[in-house]
């Protein structure tokens, strides 16, 4: 069976679009997500009524976190659009646009090759990893490696 990657990751912004702190990250918004959706690996990604971004829907639990929900290909099609593209430029700023967490606030995890994530589903996961660290259920950046043995057992 063919698995993607599924990842995602919250934050709490540190102001709206009218926010003039926050005016780089809302003016690259559509562009970093437009440029997601070309790259070679994408495959789905969360958006709001409006098909634009993930702005404004809610976080089970915290309506005051931004989410992003995302599948891919594999875990290097993913790597490539974060840390290789105009996205790398923002995501080094994070910290001048989310508040500096205290625990994980990205997950990953594999999929079967057609099945769509909910924000229920994610927030299990981060939940998971959060309370029990990486493993096949849930993994973050620095797992990988141990995560593309995973990749060929069965999805959880």
Not at 19 to 39: G, I, K, Q, T, W
Not at 121 to 143: Q, S, V
Request: hydrophobic fraction near 45%; proline fraction near 6%.
């Amino acid at each position: 069976m063919t698995k993607h990657l599924a990842q995602v990751n919250i934050g709490r912004l540190l102001g709206g679009p009218d926010d003039p702190r926050m005016a780089d990250f809302y003016s690259n918004l559509a562009r970093v997500n437009a440029l997601a959706e070309c790259m070679p690996g994408f495959v789905w990604r969360l958006k709001n009524e409006s098909g634009e971004s993930a702005v404004g829907l809610t976080w089970p639990g915290d309506a005051t976190m931004a989410v992003n929900l995302t599948v891919w290909e594999s875990a290097e099609d993913l790597g490539r659009f974060v840390f290789q593209t105009v996205h790398r430029n923002i995501y080094a700023r994070k910290h001048q646009f989310f508040e500096m967490p205290q625990q994980p606030t990205v997950a990953m995890w594999w999929i079967p090759a057609g099945h769509i994530p909910t924000l229920g589903e994610a927030k299990e996961r981060l939940d998971h990893l959060i309370a029990h660290g990486p493993g096949e259920f849930a993994f973050g950046w620095a797992d990988l490696p141990s995560a593309e043995a995973w990749r060929e057992r069965r999805c959880a």
